[in-house]
């Protein structure tokens, strides 16, 4: 895995062919200058945030396409008020940047979720699999990805320390190496796959049900495996990175393995990138599975909700 780095001049453009490649593949383009604006105003009022390590929520949570705030107090209607107009506008901003630099994935993505981070990674006391600081690649429980992938922009704004991640090898080399033992899906037998287009119908009528096809049952499943295998947390080959205060970076983490050793107050937005629009979709998680199933693992079309 590599880092890529790049300065502001190259921000003000479109990715090249070989950015496109190095990020589909699992490097990491690295800014360290973030590409876009964020005062010293807007960063202060989000440092002043310090949640509970017992709180619900572990980040501070915005949906773009409802104007959503969740994961702070709403008793306090000034201050929440200032938090969600920050959110708001640091997701709009980071949007613009990577509608310009990445456009040909902005055609057709869907903008996720932005996260603020405002607990300190090192020593939480979280569940196993919740831990951030062991290496895996990203999965949503609640959000299949339908074989789409998961583009992240992260940006350190804590005022004095890095944030330390430790990569390993891209998804492609770890599906090599461990997909079987964390059981690749089986072709489903006519009758599941009566079941699964049933799912997708009343997932499609805005029922509350997951529609879940292969592809996301074996990503989760993965993502678990990982985490929970010892020998692999501790014989696997690793790459340290410092992100120093103001740097930003940009991962597709369903692809790059990572973990957050340490580090506190990262902002970060989500975008799910269709298939279709990549520059090498052969490189892409569900096509590299697909080559070893040799059958569909999400129905083509299908996009996430
Ligand atoms: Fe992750």
Redesign the pocket.
């Known amino acids: 895995m590599a880092r890529i780095t790049l300065d502001g001049s190259s921000a003000g453009s479109e990715a090249g062919e070989d950015i496109y490649r190095g990020l589909e593949t699992g490097d990491i383009l690295y800014f360290p200058t973030t590409p876009f604006v964020l005062t010293a105003e807007e960063q202060s009022v989000l440092l002043a945030q310090k949640q509970a390590e017992t709180s619900l929520h572990k980040n501070i949570s915005y949906r773009p396409a409802q104007d959503r705030l969740k994961g702070i107090d709403q008793s306090d209607t000034a201050e929440w008020k200032r938090v969600h107009g920050v959110m708001r506008d640091y997701s709009q901003r980071a949007i613009a940047f990577m509608a310009s630099f990445l456009s040909r994935y902005a055609r057709d993505w869907k903008v996720d979720y932005a996260s603020f981070r405002p607990i300190e990674e090192q020593g939480r006391n979280v569940s196993h699999r919740s831990r ?1 600081d062991l290496i ?3 999965s949503f429980p609640s959000r299949p990805s339908h074989g789409d992938r998961l583009l992240r922009i992260f940006t350190n704004i804590n005022p004095e320390r890095p944030r330390i991640w430790v990569t390993s090898d891209s998804f492609e080399t770890l599906a090599w190496q461990y997909a079987g033992k964390a059981r690749l899906p089986r072709r489903p037998s006519p009758l599941r796959a009566i079941g699964s287009r049933a799912l997708r119908v009343l997932s499609g009528a805005g029922l509350p049900v997951v529609d879940r096809p292969p592809y996301d049952q074996f990503m989760l499943r993965f993502h678990h495996y990982l985490k929970e295998n010892e020998a692999f947390q501790r014989d696997c080959p690793k790459d340290r990175w410092e992100f120093p205060p103001g740097s930003s970076w940009i991962v597709f ?1 369903d692809t790059t393995s ?3 050793l340490s580090g506190q107050y990262a902002l970060e937005q989500t975008f799910i990138v269709r298939r279709g629009s990549l520059a090498f979709p052969e490189r892409s998680p569900i096509a590299i599975l697909e080559g070893m199933t040799g059958f569909p693992l999400a129905a083509s079309g299908a996009k996430s909700a």
Do not use: G
């Open positions: 951030n895996h690649v990203d983490t990572h973990a957050c």
